[in-house]
């Protein structure tokens, strides 16, 4: 094997969108020589699509609006399956993230007296999401490549290199977390223009990578989200927490077909948007779960006046966290009373003057004209839920970012499990980013300046590359096994068995069925194969990314068929309740090899097991800040007691 480029860091960060490069600011600042690499170009990561904004409880919409309430929001939208402590952090930071950016340069909306501006969302009891129109995402990463390239020139003025203590690798693929022993070692990775192979050693390294999305077919997410991150993980020994609770958010574009999936944000609700069904009926009055039943209006005229005076009235059923409202427009759907198309409706044309639309929702507006040729000012949009965003990740320490079971190893952002329960509030993901991308950066510089170092073994460089090569020799491996299988097509049956069958309703005997549909994916995709050359290949690409969503999809199956009951984005079909006894049970995955050998790193080989672990019980001065009526819903008699 020819010799692969080696370069040493202190900290590696993989993933530059909100949570990778607010690690990789931190980590740097803190003085770890520190390197970001990317799949995308730097600047078009998943975070530039947020667009409803970003949740803090900075109190300026609603002076009653403190992190406790943003704590309480939190862990009723996951439905106190959150790692308490991730969601006590998350609330008391989030504030000070937010003001951190704007002194970085964030052009925030304001509020008439100059304030940063705060909108609602569902399932936050103020309004809480400081926002830039509908576009808060392309600001907060606008802002922190801004302050990276800041250090950089800090950096050249000290060093006469600008990329001597922080460099970003863009478009290059890391595919997998080098070890040395039990601890992190580095990482291994091709340029995409080139195929040309590299390696990153450091002690220490954060991932930041998102989603999972694209193992679904119906998604509002980028082809970025392939579960990279998720699975790197799993390869490198660490366990994945919680992985059934997926979130398909209530409104994606559903007409046309190109673009089904497409997010409708939920800025269209917050700032006065209603759902109806084709006999024009306001349905979600139908569907508040008695969980809820208090804090959301009985009538359509209650609802109304919330929006000028949240005080005195309860909330749009509209604004239920996004579970309870994908659910009803599944069952209106399924009850044949949807849209043309297969959705419902989502109205604001009958509610804001069109200025006032052009104004708050500005991509919105230019979304439904170009890819839909629907007037929003005009006519109601069509919407259906859409696969968006996966709350199981990485098991992480709270306070840390750590990942557990391998020394060295953080994770932060999406590609982290635990901060969002069975559920993420709308507005929860930017906030998550910022407070845990600085902790994360800041732990792992800590943890570099204090490791030793040793080169990376050359067998395990030359595994990596020999592993990445292997779909342009599809054509020799196995000649009984069948021809070389396209990636495409792969792709393709893994979506749908996705969509199909460990999707929004969820049912035993389809989930059992999809397991052995994937089994069958994972064995047939080491057969993947590919023509051409390394330069820039989608398809080896593509054939690369594969290995990653099956094994996360599988982890999701095993799971969700594991949980027998429905709890935020997990629900079943047989087991259509919440059932208090699984509130205090967190399901990790593992790959293992039962023979005890070296498969445990193999993705073909390795065997995805289930375990499940006790939560830990809520700290108690945190519990007390809800009522003992509404933590009856929801905790064990035993932990009640306790
Ligand atoms: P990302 O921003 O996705 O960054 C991941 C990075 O990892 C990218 O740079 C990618 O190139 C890199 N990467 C991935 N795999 C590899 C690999 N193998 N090697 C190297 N690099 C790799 N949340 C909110 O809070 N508010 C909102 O208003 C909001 N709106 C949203 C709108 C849309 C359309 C979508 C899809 C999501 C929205 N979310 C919102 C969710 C939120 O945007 C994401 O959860 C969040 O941006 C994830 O950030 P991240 O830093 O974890 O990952």
Not at 460 to 477: H, I, N, T
């Amino acid at each position: 094997m020819a010799a692969v480029e080696r370069q040493q860091w202190d900290v590696v960060v993989v993933g530059a969108g909100g949570a990778g490069l607010r690690a990789a600011i931190e980590a740097r600042e803190r003085g770890a020589r520190t390197a970001v690499i990317c799949k995308s170009l730097f600047g078009k990561a998943h975070t530039v699509m947020a667009e409803g904004g970003i949740a803090a409880a900075m109190a300026n919409a609603n002076p009653h609006d403190t992190w406790q309430v943003h704590f309480r929001d939190t862990m009723r939208g996951g439905k106190f399956l959150n790692q308490w402590r991730m969601a006590e952090l998350h609330a008391q930071e989030a504030p000070d993230r937010v003001w951190e950016l704007e002194t970085w340069g964030a052009l925030f909306d304001r509020t008439k007296d100059g304030r940063i501006s705060q909108r609602n969302f569902g399932g936050h009891e103020y309004p809480r999401l400081a926002h830039v129109g509908d576009r808060t995402g392309l600001e907060l990463i606008r802002t922190l490549q801004q302050k990276i390239v800041a250090l950089q020139q800090e950096d050249h003025r000290e060093t006469g290199d600008y990329e001597s203590r922080l460099k970003v690798f863009q478009e290059c693929t890391v595919t997998r977390i080098l070890k040395d022993g039990d601890r992190v070692g580095g990482v291994f990775g091709y340029v995409r223009e080139s195929g040309r192979f590299f390696v990153l050693e450091a002690p220490a390294v954060v991932i930041a990578t998102g989603g999972i999305g694209k193992s679904f077919k119906v998604t509002s997410n980028s082809w970025e989200y392939t579960g990279d991150g998720h699975a790197l993980a799993l390869l490198a020994g660490a366990p994945l927490l919680n992985m059934e609770f997926v979130q398909f958010h209530p409104t994606g574009m559903v007409w046309p077909p190109s673009v089904k999936g497409i997010l409708v944000t939920e800025s269209v609700r917050g700032d006065g948007g209603v759902l109806r069904n084709s006999d024009g009926k306001r349905f979600m009055f139908d569907y508040i779960p008695d969980v809820f039943k208090e804090k959301y209006a009985e009538t359509e005229e209650e609802a109304d006046r919330w929006y000028d005076d949240p005080d005195d009235n309860r909330r749009p059923p509209e604004l239920l966290p996004r579970d309870e409202v994908a659910r009803a427009i599944n069952s209106e759907v399924k009850e044949g009373r949807g849209s043309p198309h297969g959705g419902v409706f989502l109205d604001v044309s009958t509610r804001m003057p069109a200025e006032v639309i052009k104004r708050r929702l500005p991509s919105m507006y230019h979304q439904f004209k170009e890819l839909a040729d629907v007037d929003i000012t005009a006519e109601a949009m069509e919407v259906g839920p859409t696969c968006h965003y996966v709350m199981g990740g990485i098991a992480v320490d709270s306070d840390t970012a750590a990942a557990r079971g391998v020394p060295g190893l953080f994770a932060a952002g999406e590609v982290a499990g635990g901060m969002h329960g069975s559920n993420r509030l709308g507005g929860n993901s930017l906030s998550d980013l910022l407070v845990f991308g600085r902790r994360a950066g800041g732990y792992a510089a800590e943890y570099a300046a204090a490791a030793t170092r040793v080169p990376v073994a050359e067998e395990q460089v030359d595994s990596a590359a020999a592993e990445a090569l292997r779909p342009f020799s599809a054509e020799g491996l196995e000649p009984d096994a069948g021809p070389p299988e396209n990636p495409y097509t792969l792709h393709q049956e893994l979506q749908q068995t996705m969509n199909d069958l460990v999707g929004i309703i969820r049912r035993a005997p389809e989930m059992e069925q999809a397991l052995e549909k994937l089994a069958e994916l994972r064995t047939r995709a080491r057969r993947a194969g590919v023509e051409g050359h390394r330069q820039f290949n989608p398809g080896w690409h593509l054939a690369l990314d594969l290995r990653n969503m099956l094994l996360v999809s599988e982890c999701v199956a095993r799971a969700a068929l594991e949980r027998t009951e429905s709890r935020g984005g997990h629900t079943r079909e047989d087991f259509p309740s919440m059932d208090r006894a699984w509130r205090s049970v967190n399901l990790l995955c593992r790959l293992t090899d039962p023979t005890g050998g070296l498969a445990a790193t193999d993705p073909v080989r390795g065997q995805i097991d289930l375990v499940r672990e006790t939560t830990e019980p809520i700290r108690p001065d945190l519990l007390a800040l809800f009522e003992k009526e509404e933590l009856v819903k929801y905790l064990a008699d035993e932990e009640l007691y306790e």
